[in-house]
């Protein structure tokens, strides 16, 4: 594993922007950046993806001890939410993706950040820009990069011929995710729906959710986390609904930092884990404390011999805390890279390197692409 440097294309952001990925630059300097990229070897890449498989099949383990018993508190789910996520559970709901976000040198093996098994953060650019960058600057190369083919086939086990598709806001890194699923999902033989949030009404009679037309919504793809569905006024229609929802409620298990204790407690010193607690005594003074529900690094503080090293600030918090083992992330020409692998239908199939020369992987943090020896 190697950071190199080269020179971006002249036009990258027309390139880029021609791929429908608009949201390239924030005020404070490139998002994407392709003035460096990372490279693997084949048996790093085969290391990488093993790991991602294993933990997704940990993670699975592990959401299964916690309905069995009955550890909802323990990742901050309320009571209300829990007869649906069961029936979800029990269903065998169709997941389309995920993504680890995983520490790894090359050396050591990849440990476990965080599951982001919810909200597709960075898809776009994990599977369509850096795929394109890579067939220009090094067409001879290969990536870690099935991504976009496997979304396609995952559609195919939703199981309805029309899926709707929502998300809050006007983001255009919201808008532009939602049009490139909604465009996977038409390749697969579907029929897409845009519709607001704002316009999804409750039908009385099929006791589910509707259209602006009246039509059921029969399968629902929605950018918005389910902690936060479980708070809305219309959450209290959410465990009658027939709708199928993308991702399932049963994910909340899984996007959960909650969950890294019980994993942890479940499989002590596996190799793709760090030390993770409900406290911090444990961890003797140096640990990240991370809530159990955020995003983008909100509100994660990193202790190092009871000192603070590092903290972001935000919303997140109200259902508390878990505390892991420092991570080992690299330092690759002062930046700290964090390697996302996208889990796609319950497989690993791809790869998007977060970087930045602060411990905490944030929002504006860069996105550099990644290719194969």
């Known amino acids: 594993m190697r950071r190199l440097t080269l020179t971006p294309r002249a036009n990258w952001r027309q390139q880029v922007e021609a791929l429908g990925f608009t949201y390239h630059t924030h005020e404070t300097g490139p998002y994407w950046d392709e003035s460096a990229y990372y490279e693997f070897s084949a048996a790093e890449i085969d290391i990488l993806e093993a790991a991602a498989n294993t933990l997704h099949a940990l993670c699975i383990e592990a959401a299964q001890a916690v309905i069995d018993r009955g550890w909802w508190s323990r990742l901050g789910i309320p009571e209300h939410a829990v007869p649906t996520i069961l029936a979800s559970w029990e269903r065998d709901d169709a997941s389309v993706y995920g993504r680890f976000d995983l520490a790894y040198d090359g050396m050591q093996p990849p440990k476990l950040l965080e599951y982001n098994a ?34 396609i086939e995952a559609w195919r086990g939703v199981g309805s011929a029309r899926v709707h598709f929502t998300s809050v806001g006007d983001l255009p890194e919201d808008e ?28 009385l009679a099929t006791r589910g959710f509707a259209d602006v037309q009246g039509a059921p919504i029969e399968a629902l793809f929605k950018l918005y986390p389910w902690e936060w569905l479980w708070h809305e006024p219309f959450a209290e229609k959410l ?33 793709n884990l760090l030390p993770a607690y409900e406290t911090p005594e444990p961890l003797g003074g140096s640990y990240a404390r991370k809530p159990k529900l955020s995003r983008e690094g909100a509100n994660v503080t990193l202790v190092e011999h009871g000192r603070t090293l590092e903290e972001n600030s935000g919303d997140y918090g109200e259902e508390g805390y878990v505390y892991q ?29 977060r970087e930045d020369t602060r411990r905490i992987t944030g929002n504006i943090s860069r996105f550099v692409p990644h290719r194969m020896t």
């Open 325 to 353: 083992a420092l991570a080992p992330i690299p330092v690759c020409n002062g930046n700290r890279p964090v390697l996302g692998v996208w889990v796609v239908n319950h497989e690993a199939c791809g790869l998007g390197i």
């Open 239 to 271: 465990p009658t609904a027939t709708t199928l929802f993308i991702e399932p409620p049963w994910k909340l298990l899984l996007s959960n930092k909650g969950l890294l204790p019980v994993l942890w407690e479940l499989f002590p010193d596996h190799p």
């Open 118 to 151: 919810d909200t597709p953060t960075a898809l776009v650019e994990a599977a369509v820009v850096q795929w394109h960058w890579l067939r220009e600057r090094f067409p001879q190369a290969d990536q870690f990069n099935s991504i976009h083919e496997r979304l």
């Open 176 to 203: 532009q995710t939602v049009a490139y699923l909604m465009d996977t999902c038409q390749q697969a033989g579907f029929t897409p729906q845009w519709l607001a949030v704002e316009d999804i009404g409750w039908d």
